[in-house]
C-alpha cells in the first residue's frame, strides 16, 4: 500500500509470517523479525480495538513504525496479528519535516511514552525527547498549541506540538528561544 511501504504482514501468535504484502512466497512460514525484538511483549492476546503502536531499529540502521492488530477467532482464541509496517523516512514524514520555517526549528514525531520516532536532528531518534515532561503535564484535550514557558525547568526553547487523533503520537517543533525570537527583538 501506499502508507505501509515496508510491507503488511498476517502473523501466527508466535510470530511466523502466514500471508504477505506484497506478496514473497519465501518469507511465509518463516519469523517476523520485528515481532520478536519489538512487538511479542507489548501485543494484547485479549479480545480489542486497539492498536499496537512500536519503533523496531533493524539491523542495517534504518526504522519502522510497526502498528500491530491482535486477531481473535470465533471461539475467542487469539488466531494471530496483522502488522504493517512503515518506515520512519517514509514520503509523507519527510514531506512534513521539510515544510519547517528554516533549519534551526527541529520537528519530532514523537510516541505517548516520549520515543522520538523520527527527527529533522537524526540524534534525537529513538531516544526519549528532552523535554517530554513539559509536553505531557499538558492538558490532554489540548489538541496542539505552544507550550508555555516553565522557570523550575527553563530551556531556553520554544516549543509546539500537536496531538494526531486519536493515536498515540504527536508532532512537536522547537527553536532556540533568541532565533526564534529575533525578528521582534530586532524592531
Sequence with gaps: SDIFTDGVYLDTEHGNIIWSEPRNQSIINSPYLPFQ????????TEPTNNITFNVWEAPDGHSEILLTATLID?????????????????????NGFNSRAN???????????GVVVASTDPARVLRQLAYRQKVSNLDKTLPGGIVPDDPAHPDNLVIAFKRLGSAPWMITTDEDRTHAMREITEW
Design 103 to 113: 533549519d534551526s526549528v527541529h520537528v519530532q514525531l514523537v510516541m505517548d511514552d
Design 37 to 44: 525484538a519489538a512487538i511479542k511483549d507489548t501485543v494484547r
Design 74 to 94: 470465533r471461539g475467542g482464541d487469539l488466531a494471530g496479528y496483522l502488522i504493517g509496517a512503515i518506515p520512519t523516512d517514509h514520503d509523507a514524514i519527510k
